[in-house]
């Protein structure tokens, strides 16, 4: 699921990687951050709204989801 999730956030880092996104990357991240700890409270057998151990530092940390300024930051220097 990772995998597929990451590929997924890099093409899009790659189509919209022209010009300044802060804005957008943070809401674009904020909803990744929400779907994926959903996801992961569902897995888990959570209540609904627990964060449980899913912060947005362990979801963009430990568990490898990339945050989007990032890649574009790689992307714009290669």
């Known amino acids: 699921m990772r995998e597929t999730l990451n590929r997924v956030l890099r093409g899009w880092c790659g189509y919209f990687s022209p010009g300044s996104h802060y804005v957008t990357d943070k809401a674009i991240e904020a909803h990744v951050y929400d779907r994926v700890r959903n996801f992961l409270a569902r897995r ?11 912060t947005m530092t362990a979801v963009f940390g430990e568990l490898g989801v990339p945050r989007l300024r990032h890649c574009r930051r790689r992307g714009a220097t290669s």
Do not use: Q, T, V
């Open 44 to 54: 888990h057998k959570l209540p609904a709204r627990a964060i449980g151990p899913f």
